[in-house]
């Protein structure tokens, strides 16, 4: 922390409406929340006691955190590719490599999960391809499952997972690298032993944030799951305003805010938050 | 642990490097012979880091080859050039332990286990690192880690180790005992050392032989005394130390030198003055002028005035303007310092006619 009084006074006049907006629209609301997961239908602990009996919430947890697990390992490894070429790339390879990064946050995630769709449906680009060609006869089921749900989630995904590996690679110093190679280590060898050891607080930086990010997923599973993949927060959605269990719907909620709060906790242990952007 | 033989001859023949329309380096030749301690030395923007980063095979030169043994290594990339460096700040391998550090070299080359074990061993001992082994390198202070790194770059037993300005990081006395340090190093392992530093004391401490390096030219290679007493230029001589610089008018050749006047009092020189003719610079160091009581006709001498003394201890730094306007600094015991500022500032400067060296006049 640098800066004078006044100079802190300005920054946190600058964040007052942030965190005003922070309290009233979100703290405020959830504190509701986490009332009715106590008090809906009944008052006691039943709904937390239904989270841990019915197999229905199980399945969904268990299923969430394994496409988040999937997806961060998916995310956090092109990630890291895409970041060598944005860092270390020639000239030409790192503005290729920035157009890639920055692109997908012009476009909304609904439309990037109708897209994959239109790729990878049962009459889509890719199925009529890998048919024309002759090298399936019948079309491969690659969306409305976990696989569409990972492949667009995972598409979302890396962009963020980009940054605090850049942030990392960055901040190497390079003569490490040379050292590596003057005392007689190959490329390969100083890629797998120096490069990526010393880009170890980006890696987990990077995988925690995609992970607390794959955890809290709507919109992608909704569409490419088609249903039959529902993660955790298409099962609240469906608790509050389908079947009308709110008390059970709030208390996934309060669970997932308290998992994703101690993740973000563990996060910051290892990564300072400036290291992210 | 080596043998002094297995030491590498390098040679470079005709190396330039371009850096877009940057010259970085031109046309140098340069022979570092077997188990020799050359220090490539000269401001930044010189040329000598480029040289060395060349020698490691860091940088590929625009022209002109490199041998290594007879060898042509122009082509061949770093890893497989076998140069141990040290690195300026060190570079050390920040998640890895003192004694993995030093290790990295010797897993590289797939040595078995147990001779890794007992060379890193050796080499910690060596190099006075006992009881570091399992930390990291951010737990270690300036001095340790710079032995780390030299540890790291001489267990495999390079046939050179490369030095880029190693010290530059470290405080004076720290500086002083690293520099003692590896010139026992040097001799221990028989290695051919070549060391860059923009610190000319240094390199005339250390060095078997200095390399005098100017915009991107190699302008002289000498042992220390050589450079240090004949600078083949003006830039050397200003460079190595401080200098006093002298008018000479009518220089001609004499018996066992060179004679000519020196604000209008004849002066004789015993360097040679083949090449120079008419009016030239005598150069003379500091330390080789003194304050006589009074003028006298078998001696160089000028007249001239203290303007301003600094004590540095064991003598003083004396300050002076002669007649004729020419800026003089002398270094003398303290006493005679004092003497002379108080005899009305007034003195005779002189010096012995082998101390000194002409250069040309007006050359930069």
Known sequence: ?277 | MQQPGRAAEIKANGIGKSFGSFRALDNLSLDIGRGEFLTLLGPSGSGKTTFLMILAGFVQPSEGKLFSDGVDITNRPAEQRAAGMVFQGYALFPHMSVEQNIAFPLKVRKKSASEIKQRVGEMIERVGLKGHEKKLPAQLSGGQQQRVALARALVFEPGVLLLDEPFSALDKSLRGQMQAEMKRLHQETGTTFVFVTHDQSEALALSSRVAIFNHGKLLQVGRPDEVYDRPANRFVAEFLGEINMLPVKGVRPADNGATGLCEDRAVNMRCKAETIKGDAILAIRPEDMSIAPEASVNQNGIAATAVASTYLGAATKLDLTTRQGAKVTVSVPNEVAAAALSKGNSVWLTWPAEKGFLLPDGEQ
């Open chain 1, 1 to 277: 922390m640098r800066g004078t009084l006044s100079d802190r006074t300005g920054a946190a006049l600058l964040m007052a409406p942030l965190l005003l907006f922070l309290i009233l629209a979100y703290a405020w609301p959830f504190l509701g929340v986490v009332k009715w997961s106590f008090t809906l239908p009944t008052p006691g602990l039943g709904q937390y006691h239904a989270l841990l009996t019915d197999d229905l919430v199980q399945s969904v947890f268990i299923r969430t955190l394994r496409i988040a697990a999937i997806v961060t390992v998916v995310s956090v490894t092109a990630a890291y590719a895409i970041t060598v070429v944005w860092v270390r790339g020639s000239p030409v390879q790192r503005v290729v490599a920035e157009f890639c990064i920055l692109v997908p946050f012009w476009i909304s995630v609904l439309t990037r999960a109708f897209g994959w769709v239109a790729l990878l449906s049962n009459r889509g680009l890719i199925n009529t391809w890998l048919q024309s060609i002759g090298f399936i006869s019948e079309p491969l089921t690659l969306v409305r499952n976990e696989f569409g749900v990972i492949v667009g989630m995972s598409h979302f995904l890396i962009p963020f997972a980009v940054f605090p590996l850049a942030s990392a690679m960055r901040s190497l110093d390079e003569r490490v690298l040379l050292a590596a190679r003057g005392l007689g280590s190959s490329r390969m060898r100083t890629f797998w032993t120096v490069f990526v050891p010393m880009t170890r607080s980006g890696i987990i930086g990077s995988a925690l944030i995609t992970f607390v990010f794959s955890l809290g997923f709507f919109v992608t599973p909704a569409i490419l799951g088609g249903g039959r993949s529902v993660m955790i927060a298409e099962l609240i959605y469906l608790r509050i305003f389908q079947s009308p269990d709110w008390g059970l719907g709030a208390a996934i909620s309060v669970v997932l805010v308290v998992f994703v709060g101690a993740l973000m906790a563990l996060l910051f242990r290892y990564v300072k938050p400036k290291q992210l952007v």
